[in-house]
């Protein structure tokens, strides 16, 4: 019993992860009709956001102490964070423990602007191409985003600790009612879980609650329409690129104590969100939550070494199984509607 | 398809006749009057391929091997310092090239896939005209171009390739490798284990499911039962997983009270991450406090796991701060060209580099089969890990293997490893037929110079 | 010639020279020539631009005709290399029985994955596609059969390569240790060398390009046939043919199997020429390089794939060799200070970038140049005409010729 509940919170912080990703998709997907393989890198620019804020806060000026010396043997030059020398070493430190949840003040609008650049710069010249050309374009484009990033911070993946507050494991089985110590469960993915259920939650409420969400459900279903009635459509639309990017942003700043971010990790995570939005159904919110945290969960299960034993591998390939099983079965995904990206 | 075989022989027979009609004044590459692939006859230089990963994973290691390769050039040619020159045994590199002939050298992107990196070491062989290729930064890399080395008749110097297989069922005559291997990890960690952690454990491993992770676990699992430790499960985890949460939330209750991360790279820096978070490490189990082992370490991925590794042992080849002559030599080059210490990866492929320009020399010729014989059996002094034997059989290096552990306070960025200790070569020897090193049936086959 | 139309006879001509010719052609520079970097007139290499042709040419059969995007092709690729090298392990290093029964499992994987994933179409044809090639990927990288088994079948990562102790039953005694043609070596060689040139005729190349020409030629006729006119029907408006009662199904499916088969074959032939293979030419970049290929050719053109493959191979192969050192022998000749500044601008995009200059060439060819690299030639031809003469109509240039 305690292995399942273990498993079935695995599989919702797993899904935590792949329904912040896929409903940023799907919100593109959605309201421009772009297929956006660089998805992937938008998380992965967001990741980076903890990583840089991670580094400026921890900026240091240099002293030289005759004391001690460094590997080759000349005076050690020691380094002080300019934050803990403005605010002291200990408020200084804790601002610097702090940086993955600060970050998330950095990312907001770092990925804003990269999505309004994005949809500016290169995406609305592809609205008329096919999908094919979309795919590819944003495939390119995460490439070379992908090359910057490593450019810039090399291919190693870059510790990015939780503040210390975070860092151990709580004792969750207590509160169920299990012995102590038997369901014990990181803060930090548990901080995930919650902060992704606050986001999305969120943006249903936006898109359902607001007059700008009812007008962007409006053009989601009817774009034309909703253009000849007089109303700007197109600025509506870029915004939620923007408001996209922030959702993978953010998704990958709070990511990044458990998955130390490399370059490459968008594309690691492409290929699953992609199969997460498909199965979800193409252009449904919903359908991407719901595929996305029941994708998480089936994989955990998959990994236990019950069902391991029984089938050797189930773990590696459960996800695509899983698509094509849903796929045959129900041809639109989930909650897919009908003619969209049939053609 | 298949109904066009006789057209098609029809048409390779008067291709190749008109290829030789054409190629009047011709000769074969391969089987000229030198008798060997790429034979540098009487140009003045001669040219060795750094084949390493610099997209991919492993790209910072591969740039780092690159480095030392590239400071190995310059030592061998006369500039620099010398570095490990001065304190190697031998002494018959003298700063002149090899055999007199000014060392040049071509870099190829191996991406740490072994098409990729055959495709690259092809065209090192075919279009630059190299007579050794070295690097690396996985062993089924390694294994390709270890074979694919053996079929040009080139000689391959291995980089940083750990899986038992590249000496065992898959060596090759024309291939040598100075790195360790699971084996050795497994037999070097075995005393430490027993002293810091007692006879009586259960461990848990997760294995990363390829063909490294599966010798790394046997050899590791045979040494902890060896010390009288139970095997409490082993599981398989994806490579590339990512989140590893699923396969470390049933280690909490499983009973045991070790657990083994059989994985290198991203892997280990995610997996032991994560085992932290889910706080293993504060654990108690069977009254034992919960101890995590990682048997391969390199200081990469030490610096991306952060301050996770801190006390959790693990297995070297080489690290920086080994006292001896040669590594002092070495670091000192190498930090004052870069900046920075050498890692593990850059050692090797250093050293592989020197040992195989003084086997050019101490056999007279570049011919492989001169090298092999050269290299085999070699035993050598002053290269930062003692004294140091290519065995003939296997042509695997046998040498002292370090223990060391994630260190617990930290002095400055580069110190994330310190030595506990070091096991001697004696107890991390086997016999050449040992059956995880594919028994009797592995053979190094004959020494290929491509003719 | 051969049943073909002029315009096709001539571009299969031109195909023919410059596939035999290649080992001339790619070597353009003397060897100890600066410039020798750039020269591709490698056997490895060579054999690769024709394998990946094939390949690409089988999957412009597909996607090029009929629109449908199959995102896991390379999955045909790596079971007709397994295939390939378990016939030299089993029966001898022959490469004819290696060849055909690569293209044999292709095609059977091809109509078990095709029959499933052409139940659906869009995007969910392609992640169909994507998801069994994934699949196939795992099992073989991981050897999860060969694990259920007991035995080796792909031997995961390291790769499956031919042992020493292997049966090799139909090996005669004096067979050669390496693939061959009924004795004929595929690695054995003439170089030719004229002044500082030097010219390589490989075994290995020449049967490449045999079978290049044999497949370059089948997908004329089949864009010329008219299973190929229903095949672009389905692409135009497969709706429109369902309702007049055509079944497109099969003629998909043929299709599918078909483009396996070509994959299947360039899997065989990778094997012949390099007899050890892994699963990573499974994964799904791989399969995505095969799209990249096919864009950046030309989709829906029959020269395209080719012109593609060779491209994408070349800059993987010769970019990536570039480093810093070549760079200052190549700008030597300027003053120092503008020497740096030349090798930091470039230094980005060389070696180590090489991934940089794949992307950004990517995105400008989709961006500028939708018909790839078919219509920068046809622009560039339409440029020259237009000189000659003023009338000539504008804008004619975008339909790519085929």
């Given at each position: 019993?305690?292995?399942?509940?273990?498993?079935?919170?695995?599989?919702?912080?797993?899904?935590?992860?792949?329904?912040?990703?896929?409903?940023?998709?799907?919100?593109?997907?959605?309201?421009?009709?772009?297929?956006?393989?660089?998805?992937?890198?938008?998380?992965?620019?967001?990741?980076?956001?903890?990583?840089?804020?991670?580094?400026?806060?921890?900026?240091?000026?240099?002293?030289?102490?005759?004391?001690?010396?460094?590997?080759?043997?000349?005076?050690?030059?020691?380094?002080?964070?300019?934050?803990?020398?403005?605010?002291?070493?200990?408020?200084?430190?804790?601002?610097?423990?702090?940086?993955?949840?600060?970050?998330?003040?950095?990312?907001?609008?770092?990925?804003?602007?990269?999505?309004?650049?994005?949809?500016?710069?290169?995406?609305?010249?592809?609205?008329?191409?096919?999908?094919?050309?979309?795919?590819?374009?944003?495939?390119?484009?995460?490439?070379?985003?992908?090359?910057?990033?490593?450019?810039?911070?090399?291919?190693?993946?870059?510790?990015?600790?939780?503040?210390?507050?975070?860092?151990?494991?709580?004792?969750?089985?207590?509160?169920?009612?299990?012995?102590?110590?038997?369901?014990?469960?990181?803060?930090?993915?548990?901080?995930?879980?919650?902060?992704?259920?606050?986001?999305?939650?969120?943006?249903?409420?936006?898109?359902?609650?607001?007059?700008?969400?009812?007008?962007?459900?409006?053009?989601?279903?009817?774009?034309?329409?909703?253009?000849?009635?007089?109303?700007?459509?197109?600025?509506?639309?870029?915004?939620?690129?923007?408001?996209?990017?922030?959702?993978?942003?953010?998704?990958?700043?709070?990511?990044?104590?458990?998955?130390?971010?490399?370059?490459?990790?968008?594309?690691?995570?492409?290929?699953?969100?992609?199969?997460?939005?498909?199965?979800?159904?193409?252009?449904?919110?919903?359908?991407?939550?719901?595929?996305?945290?029941?994708?998480?969960?089936?994989?955990?299960?998959?990994?236990?070494?019950?069902?391991?034993?029984?089938?050797?591998?189930?773990?590696?390939?459960?996800?695509?199984?899983?698509?094509?099983?849903?796929?045959?079965?129900?041809?639109?995904?989930?909650?897919?509607?009908?003619?969209?990206?049939?053609? | 398809?298949?109904?066009?075989t006789?057209?098609r022989r029809?048409v390779l027979k008067?291709g190749a006749?008109?290829g030789?009609?054409?190629?009047?004044?011709?000769?074969l590459?391969a089987d000229?009057?030198?008798?060997?692939?790429?034979?540098?006859?009487?140009?003045?230089?001669?040219?060795?391929?750094?084949?390493?990963?610099?997209?991919?994973?492993?790209?910072?290691?591969?740039?780092?091997?690159?480095?030392?390769?590239?400071?190995?050039?310059?030592?061998?040619?006369?500039?620099?310092?010398?570095?490990?020159?001065?304190?190697?045994?031998?002494?018959?590199?003298?700063?002149?090239?090899?055999?007199?002939?000014?060392?040049?050298?071509?870099?190829?992107?191996?991406?740490?896939?072994?098409?990729?990196?055959?495709?690259?070491?092809?065209?090192?062989?075919?279009?630059?005209?190299?007579?050794?290729?070295?690097?690396?930064?996985?062993?089924?890399?390694?294994?390709?171009?270890?074979?694919?080395?053996?079929s040009s008749g080139?000689?391959?110097?291995?980089?940083?390739?750990?899986?038992?297989?590249?000496?065992?069922?898959?060596?090759?005559?024309?291939?040598?490798?100075?790195?360790?291997?699971?084996?050795?990890?497994?037999?070097?960690?075995?005393?430490?284990?027993?002293?810091?952690?007692?006879?009586?454990?259960?461990?848990?491993?997760?294995?990363?499911?390829?063909?490294?992770?599966?010798?790394?676990?046997?050899?590791?699992?045979?040494?902890?039962?060896?010390?009288?430790?139970?095997?409490?499960?082993?599981?398989?985890?994806?490579?590339?997983?990512?989140?590893?949460?699923?396969?470390?939330?049933?280690?909490?209750?499983?009973?045991?009270?070790?657990?083994?991360?059989?994985?290198?790279?991203?892997?280990?820096?995610?997996?032991?991450?994560?085992?932290?978070?889910?706080?293993?490490?504060?654990?108690?189990?069977?009254?034992?406090?919960?101890?995590?082992?990682?048997?391969?370490?390199?200081?990469?991925?030490?610096?991306?796991?952060?301050?996770?590794?801190?006390?959790?042992?693990?297995?070297?080849?080489?690290?920086?701060?080994?006292?001896?002559?040669?590594?002092?030599?070495?670091?000192?080059?190498?930090?004052?060209?870069?900046?920075?210490?050498?890692?593990?990866?850059?050692?090797?492929?250093?050293?592989?580099?020197?040992?195989?320009?003084?086997?050019?020399?101490?056999?007279?010729?570049?011919?492989?089969?001169?090298?092999?014989?050269?290299?085999?059996?070699?035993?050598?002094?002053?290269?930062?890990?003692?004294?140091?034997?290519?065995?003939?059989?296997?042509?695997?290096?046998?040498?002292?293997?370090?223990?060391?552990?994630?260190?617990?306070?930290?002095?400055?960025?580069?110190?994330?490893?310190?030595?506990?200790?070091?096991?001697?070569?004696?107890?991390?020897?086997?016999?050449?037929?040992?059956?995880?090193?594919?028994?009797?049936?592995?053979?190094?086959?004959?020494?290929n110079?491509g003719a | 010639?051969?049943?073909?139309?002029?315009?096709?006879?001539?571009?299969?001509?031109?195909?023919?020279?410059?596939?035999?010719?290649?080992?001339?052609?790619?070597?353009?520079?003397?060897?100890?020539?600066?410039?020798?970097?750039?020269?591709?007139?490698?056997p490895?290499?060579?054999q690769?631009?024709?394998?990946?042709?094939?390949?690409?040419?089988?999957?412009?059969?597909?996607?090029?005709?009929?629109?449908?995007?199959?995102?896991?092709?390379?999955?045909?690729?790596?079971?007709?290399?397994?295939?390939a090298v378990?016939m030299f392990k089993l029966l001898s290093f022959n490469v004819i029985p290696a060849i055909i029964l690569s293209?044999?499992?292709?095609?059977?994987?091809?109509?078990?994955?095709?029959?499933?994933?052409?139940?659906?179409?869009?995007?969910?044809?392609?992640?169909?596609?994507?998801?069994?090639?994934?699949?196939?990927?795992?099992?073989?990288?991981?050897?999860?059969?060969?694990?259920?088994?007991?035995?080796?079948?792909?031997?995961?990562?390291?790769?499956?390569q031919v042992?020493l102790?292997d049966?090799q039953i139909l090996a005669g005694a004096g067979d050669p240790r390496v693939p061959h043609l009924f004795g004929l070596e595929m690695n054995s060689q003439t170089?030719?060398?004229?002044?500082?040139?030097?010219?390589?005729f490989q075994n290995g190349y020449y049967l490449c390009a045999v079978f290049?020409?044999?497949?370059?030629?089948?997908?004329?006729?089949?864009?010329?046939?008219?299973?190929?006119?229903?095949?672009?029907?389905?692409?135009?408006?497969?709706?429109?043919?369902?309702?007049?009662?055509?079944?497109?199904?099969?003629?998909?499916?043929?299709?599918?199997?078909?483009?396996?088969?070509?994959?299947?074959?360039?899997?065989g032939l990778w094997s012949a020429m390099d007899p050890l293979?892994?699963?990573?030419?499974?994964?799904?970049?791989?399969?995505?390089?095969?799209?990249?290929?096919?864009?950046?050719?030309?989709?829906?053109?029959?020269?395209?794939?080719?012109?593609?493959?060779?491209?994408?191979?070349?800059?993987?192969?010769?970019?990536?060799?570039?480093?810093?050192?070549?760079?200052?022998?190549?700008?030597?000749?300027?003053?120092?200070?503008?020497?740096?500044?030349?090798?930091?601008?470039?230094?980005?995009?060389?070696?180590?970038?090489?991934?940089?200059?794949?992307?950004?060439?990517?995105?400008?060819?989709?961006?500028?140049?939708?018909?790839?690299?078919?219509?920068?030639?046809?622009?560039?031809?339409?440029?020259?005409?237009?000189?000659?003469?003023?009338?000539?109509?504008?804008?004619?240039?975008?339909?790519?010729?085929?």
């Amino acid at each position: 019993m305690d292995a399942i509940i273990l498993q079935i919170l695995n599989g919702l912080d797993k899904g935590s992860a792949y329904a912040l990703i896929a409903l940023g998709l799907t919100l593109i997907f959605g309201t421009l009709g772009v297929v956006n393989f660089a998805h992937g890198a938008l998380f992965m620019i967001g990741a980076f956001c903890s990583v840089t804020l991670q580094r400026m806060l921890s900026t240091s000026f240099e002293m030289v102490d005759e004391t001690q010396t460094d590997f080759l043997g000349n005076p050690l030059k020691v380094e002080t964070p300019y934050v803990e020398a403005w605010f002291g070493p200990e408020v200084g430190a804790a601002i610097i423990d702090w940086s993955v949840p600060l970050a998330i003040f950095l990312a907001i609008p770092v990925m804003i602007a990269v999505g309004f650049a994005m949809e500016r710069g290169l995406i609305k010249h592809f609205y008329k191409r096919p999908h094919a050309d979309q795919i590819l374009v944003t495939f390119g484009l995460a490439i070379v985003i992908g090359e910057i990033i490593k450019a810039n911070f090399g291919a190693n993946p870059i510790s990015t600790p939780a503040p210390e507050a975070f860092r151990g494991a709580m004792d969750f089985g207590v509160l169920l009612g299990f012995e102590p110590n038997t369901i014990i469960y990181p803060y930090w993915r548990l901080v995930y879980f919650l902060f992704a259920i606050v986001i999305i939650a969120s943006v249903f409420a936006f898109l359902q609650f607001t007059t700008f969400g009812m007008v962007v459900r409006a053009g989601m279903a009817d774009r034309e329409t909703v253009g000849l009635l007089g109303i700007d459509i197109d600025k509506r639309f870029t915004f939620m690129f923007g408001l996209a990017a922030a959702v993978a942003g953010l998704a990958g700043v709070m990511y990044t104590p458990i998955l130390s971010p490399h370059y490459n990790i968008g594309m690691d995570f492409l290929v699953l969100s992609f199969v997460v939005v498909v199965v979800g159904g193409m252009g449904s919110l919903p359908g991407a939550v719901l595929a996305g945290f029941v994708l998480g969960i089936l994989q955990s299960f998959a990994s236990m070494n019950e069902v391991k034993a029984i089938l050797p591998g189930i773990d590696q390939i459960i996800i695509y199984l899983v698509a094509i099983i849903i796929l045959l079965t129900r041809p639109r995904g989930l909650m897919g509607r009908k003619g969209v990206m049939e053609e | 398809m298949s109904k066009s075989t006789i057209s098609r022989r029809g048409v390779l027979k008067t291709g190749a006749i008109a290829g030789a009609g054409l190629a009047l004044p011709t000769y074969l590459r391969a089987d000229g009057h030198t008798g060997y692939t790429n034979a540098p006859g009487d140009s003045p230089t001669v040219t060795i391929g750094f084949n390493v990963p610099q997209t991919g994973p492993y790209a910072e290691e591969g740039l780092d091997e690159l480095r030392a390769q590239e400071l190995a050039v310059e030592h061998l040619n006369g500039e620099g310092d010398g570095g490990m020159l001065n304190t190697f045994s031998e002494k018959n590199l003298d700063g002149t090239g090899i055999l007199g002939k000014k060392v040049e050298f071509v870099t190829g992107d191996t991406q740490t896939k072994s098409d990729v990196a055959r495709a690259s070491a092809q065209s090192m062989i075919q279009k630059d005209g190299c007579i050794m290729i070295t690097g690396g930064s996985s062993s089924g890399v390694a294994v390709a171009v270890q074979d694919l080395c053996q079929s040009s008749g080139v000689i391959f110097m291995a980089g940083l390739t750990h899986s038992n297989d590249t000496t065992g069922k898959d060596r090759k005559a024309n291939g040598f490798r100075h790195f360790f291997n699971g084996f050795m990890s497994g037999a070097a960690l075995g005393p430490v284990l027993e002293a810091e952690y007692g006879n009586e454990r259960s461990a848990y491993h997760l294995t990363a499911d390829y063909n490294w992770g599966w010798t790394t676990q046997e050899s590791i699992q045979a040494t902890t039962e060896g010390l009288g430790w139970q095997t409490q499960e082993a599981v398989l985890t994806p490579v590339g997983a990512g989140d590893f949460s699923s396969y470390i939330a049933p280690v909490l209750n499983s009973g045991a009270d070790t657990l083994i991360l059989n994985h290198y790279g991203g892997d280990m820096v995610n997996s032991l991450t994560q085992a932290v978070q889910f706080g293993l490490k504060d654990r108690q189990v069977n009254g034992n406090d919960f101890k995590i082992i990682v048997p391969l370490y390199s200081e990469l991925m030490a610096a991306g796991a952060g301050a996770n590794i801190q006390g959790v042992i693990g297995s070297m080849n080489w690290n920086w701060q080994l006292e001896d002559e040669g590594t002092k030599a070495f670091v000192k080059s190498f930090g004052e060209k870069y900046g920075f210490p050498p890692s593990g990866a850059a050692h090797t492929c250093y050293v592989q580099t020197l040992l195989y320009a003084d086997a050019v020399t101490r056999a007279g010729t570049f011919n492989p089969c001169g090298v092999v014989e050269a290299l085999e059996d070699f035993e050598f002094d002053g290269m930062g890990n003692g004294p140091t034997t290519y065995r003939g059989a296997d042509h695997q290096c046998f040498k002292d293997v370090l223990v060391v552990k994630g260190t617990e306070n930290p002095t400055n960025q580069y110190d994330t490893l310190e030595i506990v200790d070091q096991t001697p070569r004696s107890q991390v020897e086997y016999a050449p037929d040992h059956p995880m090193f594919g028994g009797a049936e592995a053979s190094l086959g004959t020494c290929n110079p491509g003719a | 010639m051969l049943g073909l139309n002029a315009k096709d006879t001539s571009l299969f001509i031109v195909v023919i020279i410059m596939v035999l010719a290649a080992p001339i052609l790619l070597n353009p520079f003397p060897a100890d020539s600066a410039l020798a970097q750039f020269n591709a007139g490698y056997p490895a290499l060579m054999q690769r631009f024709l394998i990946f042709g094939i390949l690409v040419v089988g999957f412009n059969i597909l996607f090029g005709l009929t629109g449908y995007l199959s995102f896991g092709h390379a999955a045909f690729l790596g079971v007709g290399s397994f295939a390939a090298v378990w016939m030299f392990k089993l029966l001898s290093f022959n490469v004819i029985p290696a060849i055909i029964l690569s293209i044999v499992v292709a095609g059977l994987f091809s109509v078990v994955i095709g029959y499933v994933a052409l139940r659906r179409s869009g995007i969910y044809f392609s992640i169909l596609t994507l998801a069994f090639a994934q699949m196939m990927y795992a099992i073989a990288y991981s050897d999860l059969v060969g694990k259920f088994l007991g035995t080796i079948i792909t031997n995961g990562e390291t790769g499956l390569q031919v042992y020493l102790d292997d049966p090799q039953i139909l090996a005669g005694a004096g067979d050669p240790r390496v693939p061959h043609l009924f004795g004929l070596e595929m690695n054995s060689q003439t170089v030719w060398s004229v002044g500082g040139w030097e010219f390589v005729f490989q075994n290995g190349y020449y049967l490449c390009a045999v079978f290049m020409i044999i497949a370059f030629y089948m997908s004329i006729r089949i864009f010329r046939s008219p299973f190929g006119l229903v095949l672009r029907s389905i692409k135009s408006n497969q709706q429109r043919l369902n309702y007049t009662g055509v079944s497109t199904r099969p003629y998909m499916l043929t299709a599918f199997v078909i483009s396996g088969m070509y994959a299947g074959l360039a899997g065989g032939l990778w094997s012949a020429m390099d007899p050890l293979t892994g699963a990573e030419r499974m994964f799904w970049t791989a399969s995505g390089e095969i799209v990249i290929m096919a864009i950046l050719g030309g989709v829906g053109t029959l020269i395209g794939p080719i012109l593609g493959a060779g491209a994408i191979k070349y800059m993987e192969n010769i970019v990536s060799k570039i480093n810093d050192n070549i760079l200052h022998q190549w700008f030597a000749f300027m003053p120092e200070g503008i020497e740096n500044f030349m090798v930091a601008i470039i230094h980005p995009f060389i070696g180590k970038g090489w991934h940089l200059t794949l992307g950004v060439v990517f995105m400008a060819v989709v961006i500028y140049l939708p018909g790839g690299l078919v219509e920068l030639g046809e622009r560039f031809i339409g440029l020259f005409r237009r000189k000659k003469t003023d009338n000539a109509p504008t804008g004619a240039s975008t339909k790519p010729a085929e």
